[in-house]
């Protein structure tokens, strides 16, 4: 990307002793997996058999339409720091089947196949799903890039020279 942009890195492996605890949570989740309450358990409640049940996963499920997708959430443990509290984040929603793992991609395909995931109403409703998460990030882009005419150099617009507004504000996500 153009010098000095932020990128989200991610790494099971530190130089640290401590790494925080990672669950990957595979969709589309199970019709038995999609609750219309989501567990409220204490954070450290949460483990690999449980995550799918976890409020932001179903919410990610519902908004994103996942259950006509197939990858995984993956969500990350982020311990009590000052202003901060102890939880699980999401750091990455992943589309496609994972091969890096032969447990989670054995899980994805099961779920393909019991699902009828590429069944032709299911690929009529992902075509549409996508159309419509296309629209909301458009939408999304539009309301936070940059006023025209805007110029700043974290923005990279005039090493860039395609004249395009990045999202400039801050935004955060919370329940």
């Known amino acids: 990307g153009p010098p000095g942009a932020p990128v989200q890195t991610y790494s099971r492996f530190s130089k640290n002793k401590y790494v925080p605890p990672v669950i990957d949570v595979a969709f589309p989740l199970d019709h038995d997996h999609i609750v219309s309450e989501p567990a409220l358990l204490d954070p ?57 793992s032969p447990k989670l991609n054995q899980t994805v395909l099961d779920r393909i196949e019991k699902l009828e995931l590429f069944g032709q109403e299911n690929l009529k409703k992902q075509s549409k799903s ?9 939408d999304f ?19 860039l020279g395609t004249g395009v507004s990045y999202p400039c504000q801050e935004i955060t996500f919370h329940q």
Not at 45 to 71: D, F, K, R, W
Not at 130 to 138: F, G, K
Not at 146 to 154: E, I, L, V
């Open 44 to 100: 450290s409640e949460y483990n690999a058999e449980n995550m799918h049940t976890h409020p932001v996963v179903q919410q990610i499920q519902s908004a994103l339409s996942l259950q006509y997708s197939c990858g995984f959430i993956r969500m990350q443990k982020i311990e009590n720091k000052p202003n901060t509290k102890d939880g699980w984040v999401v750091i990455d929603v992943s589309f496609g089947i994972p091969l890096f």
């Open 130 to 138: 996508s159309r419509q998460l296309s629209l909301q990030l458009l």
């Open 141 to 159: 882009i539009a309301t936070y890039r940059a006023p025209a005419g805007y110029q700043d150099d974290d923005l990279f617009v005039s090493q």
